[in-house]
């Protein structure tokens, strides 16, 4: 009996060891974690108080748009569409919308005597081809936004030798006038280079009975001198910060250095190769690193870490949004291509982590009020999917609604997901019921959302930075408010229990 004990003995003292020796291998790695997260902190910063103010004030000069016009209005300062006569030359005030799918033979020609154009549809030609004409003849061209047809002309453009020659229009079509307003015309053009940095406004003759066009043009121009978006020259940024550009990889390395020293060093070597890649990547594995930073925390204070991972996803975002600063950029020729994987990855990631952690739990109350909130969410996304107008109608007038009283409307995504995140801080981290761990999968979504925020390269960086202040702002008030009301309740409860036992003493 006694050897039996002694063994016994041997194999909880072997296990001891072999848990301490793991602690000593955590707590290894963990200051160096610390060590590169306190680097990403700091060149954050720095990066910040160089890059807000210098981004304002580029937007300050290049946040304006024409008004483009397809006839003359009185006392209507305006560039006029050219319909006829493309082959000759003419004021710097008209411009032509070349259709390539029609005029595609006569292209050259066309270039050589309009000093600005746009540029629509589809040409038998290479996009090099086309590419080079305009370079040639250093042509300032635009292309239409959400142009069905507008994937070969940006391809196009993405070839110039000069991103910096180009421009961006925005116009509501002829078929979208029927549901529209004046008010809510102008409102959008107003939208369009508040949130996009639109360069030009092309206000098209509707010929719709609902919307005169006179009317609708005067409204807009003065809607925009109103808000100084209105200019008399065409402009289109220009200027790249090489500085804050730097000072964005620098801090990109060191986040996802503080995952594993080998990840910076991968992602100095892809960003040499493709910038595409290593943004998606510095996205992805950033937002994992904040995740990693809250999680290994443990603070106990739900508030201060919830307001502290702001804080870093913000840092993040603006590491991002310093590296897709420039002309190619701000122009919308080249994109930041990892905004859905961005978005989705960190939330997938942790509904998957959570659900294997959690695969023995048993269903919970709590449970059906997932279900529930989820089927009412899924009737809500079918009928704005589908051709209900009172839901398009109420959202839009909302929208509209936000954006006169608070200039940039919060995404609804921040406003659910920082409850989320206090709750799943207050319940230490801890995933409750089978359908459990949509608490921390939606809290994830703080995280991503708010770094999805600055990978618009188009958006000004105000407009940036004011939606990701909303969304906390809202979401952390809701998140407190049904915090306070979980406690209340609580203690109701616990006091409730007091008083049984304290009468079944008696």
């Not at 072999?18 to 790695?29: A, D, Q, R, T, W």
């Not at 804080?311 to 190619?328: D, E, K």
């Not at 000004?460 to 906390?472: H, K, Q």
Request: contains cysteine; positive net charge; hydrophobic residues 40%.
């Amino acid at each position: 009996m006694p050897t039996i004990n002694r063994g016994k003995n041997r194999k909880k003292l072997s296990k001891k060891r072999s848990v301490n020796f793991k602690n000593l291998n955590f707590s290894f790695k963990n200051p160096l974690h610390r060590f590169f997260f306190v680097l990403f902190i700091i060149s954050g910063i720095v990066l910040s108080v160089l890059f807000i103010p210098w981004s304002i004030n580029h937007d300050n000069i290049y946040n304006k748009a024409i008004i483009i016009l397809d006839r003359p209005l009185e006392n209507i300062d305006s560039f006029l569409i050219k319909k006829n006569d493309y082959y000759s030359k003419t004021s710097e005030k008209y411009i032509p919308i070349i259709n390539l799918t029609e005029n595609w033979s006569d292209f050259e020609e066309i270039i050589q005597n309009n000093y600005t154009v746009i540029l629509t549809g589809v040409a038998p030609f290479f996009p090099e081809e086309l590419a080079n004409l305009l370079d040639k003849y250093q042509i300032y061209t635009g292309f239409l936004e959400f142009d069905e047809d507008g994937e070969y002309v940006k391809d196009v453009l993405s070839l110039r030798n000069n991103p910096s020659l180009i421009f961006r229009v925005h116009t509501i079509k002829k078929k979208e006038y029927p549901s529209y307003d004046i008010e809510k015309a102008k409102i959008r053009f107003l939208r369009s280079i508040r949130e996009r940095s639109i360069d030009a406004i092309y206000i098209q003759d509707t010929l719709s009975e609902n919307i005169d066009y006179s009317e609708l043009v005067n409204e807009t121009v003065n809607l925009l001198e109103e808000n100084k978006y209105l200019s008399s020259e065409l402009r289109s940024p220009s200027t790249k910060n090489i500085l804050v550009e730097i000072l964005g990889k620098i801090a990109g390395i060191m986040i996802l250095s503080s995952i594993n020293p080998l990840l910076g060093i991968i992602y100095i070597i892809i960003s040499l190769i493709s910038n595409t890649v290593s943004l998606t990547l510095l996205a992805i594995l950033g937002q994992y690193a904040i995740w990693k930073n809250l999680i290994k925390e443990r603070k106990t204070d739900q508030y201060k870490s919830v307001f502290t991972t702001f804080l870093f996803s913000l840092l993040l975002g603006l590491s991002i949004n310093s590296q897709i600063s420039g002309p190619g950029y701000e122009n919308g020729i080249y994109l930041f291509r990892g905004v859905k994987l961005s978005l989705i990855i960190l939330p997938l990631y942790v509904f998957i982590y959570y659900a294997y952690q959690n695969r023995k739990e048993k269903f919970k109350f709590f449970d059906i009020i997932i279900i529930i909130a989820a089927v009412l969410g899924g009737i809500y996304y079918l009928l704005r999917s589908g051709n209900y107008s009172f839901v398009l109608d109420l959202e839009r007038n909302l929208r509209d609604l936000l954006d006169t009283t608070l200039l940039v409307r919060p995404r609804f995504k921040d406003i659910i997901s920082y409850p989320f995140l206090l709750l799943f801080i207050r319940n230490k981290f801890k995933v409750k019921g089978k359908l459990g761990t949509i608490v921390p999968t939606l809290g994830s979504i703080a995280i991503a959302s708010n770094v999805n925020t600055f990978c618009h390269s188009t958006s000004p960086l105000w407009t940036e930075l004011l939606r990701s202040f909303y969304g906390f702002i809202f979401g952390f008030s809701i998140g407190i408010g049904i915090i306070s009301l979980i406690n209340y309740f609580e203690r109701a409860g616990t006091k409730k229990e007091i008083k049984k036992s304290e009468s079944s003493v008696e």
